[in-house]
């Protein structure tokens, strides 16, 4: 069975030899993996992937090998299957929306679990039980003002809570197609100063003190040009920004590849900035970085670019408590962290992978639009939001 997990590995397109198939093997004659199936899988992840682009592909690998891999929901299987054919849903009139039940988010979660305790059937079209494409306030499919999504995929981009694991994909930083537009754009993204030990020969300055010398050469240096320019990047992930993996991965790959800048640094969230950053998206989950420890090492002169495509519940943005993920809920509200961050950086600006008709469609991204200029993730719009941060500063698009 194990070497089915190695061909399987190999199918997927990791690149897994066999030094880091040997060290597995000790792992295991080792007793490492604790025979239990979710300690075999962090540790046969940890010795055969070099990179966490591969995490995705060795997911697949290991779902083929090994079936029934448990997860961390305790939400009952028939529930989720029932959730996997929704039923179409029939959009309120402003009279249904408005008499709506508003719940809070603690409120929200007490009553999906005692809820669940209750439900014995399938579900759809009601106002009261988890199901799909109805006024409840669980399920999916349906509408509902301060809801929790439970299985499927989002649409209306209006969950309050969704009630699932988040599993986010790290952006790539190995692309090598379609490069060549996002590196011209980041080309500007250069602030060139003369720092350091004067090493370098100012040929015109030499030629000119020479000549005040009456021919007597006297060479003259100067300390080399070199690009000042320090950049911060914020990447949403996961959700509704799935469809972007691309362009964002194509952007991520270009700024590795930018050698001129003096730093770079990246970090991943998810929806809005809370008081966590992850330096690899599954970071986002455990051992992420406090925000408030990320503003206070950099200094304000570093150039920030936000990835995101802005739209979310309002509550997730504006209110206490408010992360989609109910396992990461803080007191501090999204908006605050962006005030902050557009506070203490001289330059920010936001991108937005959406079409422009849609921004204004979205409350929070209007909101958003307030704190950062707005630019579409494209060539032409990454051209004019570079040319906000090391140039005069512009209007919000």
């Known amino acids: 069975m194990f070497l089915d997990l190695f061909y399987a590995l190999r199918d997927e397109g990791v690149p897994t030899g066999l030094q880091e198939w040997l060290m597995l093997m000790e792992g295991l004659e080792k007793g490492l993996h604790g025979s239990s199936l979710r300690r075999f899988y962090n540790l046969s992840r940890s010795c055969l992937i070099k990179s966490e682009t591969y995490f995705d592909a060795f997911d697949r690998a290991f779902l083929k090998v090994f079936e029934g891999v448990e997860g961390e929901l305790e939400i009952e299987s028939e529930v989720l299957d029932w959730l996997q054919d929704p039923k179409n849903f029939e959009p309120l009139t402003d009279e249904q929306r408005a008499a709506l039940e508003r719940l809070a988010s ?10 669940l305790e209750e439900q014995t059937e399938r579900h759809d079209g009601g106002g009261k039980w988890v199901g799909t494409g109805g006024r409840s306030p669980y399920g999916h499919g349906g509408e509902h003002p301060t809801g929790i999504r439970v299985g499927g995929p989002g ?11 988040r599993r986010y994909q790290d952006y790539r930083s190995d692309q090598t197609l379609d490069l060549r537009q996002t590196k011209m754009a980041l080309r500007k993204l250069r602030q060139l100063t003369r720092t350091g030990a004067a090493t370098e020969l100012d040929l015109d300055e030499t030629i000119d003190e020479t000549c005040r010398q009456a021919g007597e050469i006297e060479l003259v240096f100067r300390p080399e040009r070199k690009n000042d320019v320090r950049l911060l990047l914020l990447m949403d992930v996961g ?14 790959t270009a700024l590795h590849e930018e050698r001129g800048l003096r730093d770079f640094k990246a970090y991943y969230f998810h929806n809005t900035p809370y008081e966590l950053l992850g330096k690899t998206a599954a970071l986002l989950r455990k051992d992420a970085i406090p925000t408030g420890d990320v503003l206070r090492t950099l200094d304000p002169r570093w150039k920030v670019v936000i990835v995101g495509d802005a739209a979310m519940h ?25 005030q902050r961050i557009a506070d203490h950086f001289h330059r920010s600006v936001w991108l937005n ?29 990454l051209a004019d939001a570079v040319s906000a941060l090391v140039g005069a500063r512009t209007h919000t698009h």
């Open 155 to 165: 649409r209306n981009r209006s969950a309050m809570k969704v009630a699932e694991e």
């Open 239 to 252: 959700g509704t920004m799935d469809p972007y993996y691309e362009p964002v991965s194509r952007l991520l």
């Open 353 to 381: 992978p959406d079409p422009r008709g849609m921004w204004d469609q979205s409350h929070t991204c209007r909101v958003i639009q307030r704190l950062f200029p707005m630019y579409h993730l494209s060539p032409d719009g």
């Open 106 to 115: 603690d409120e929200l979660l007490q009553k999906f679990l005692e809820t």
């Open 314 to 338: 309002p509550a997730e943005l504006l209110e206490s408590y408010g992360n989609i993920d109910p396992r990461r809920m803080a007191e501090t509200t999204g908006i605050h962290w962006l």
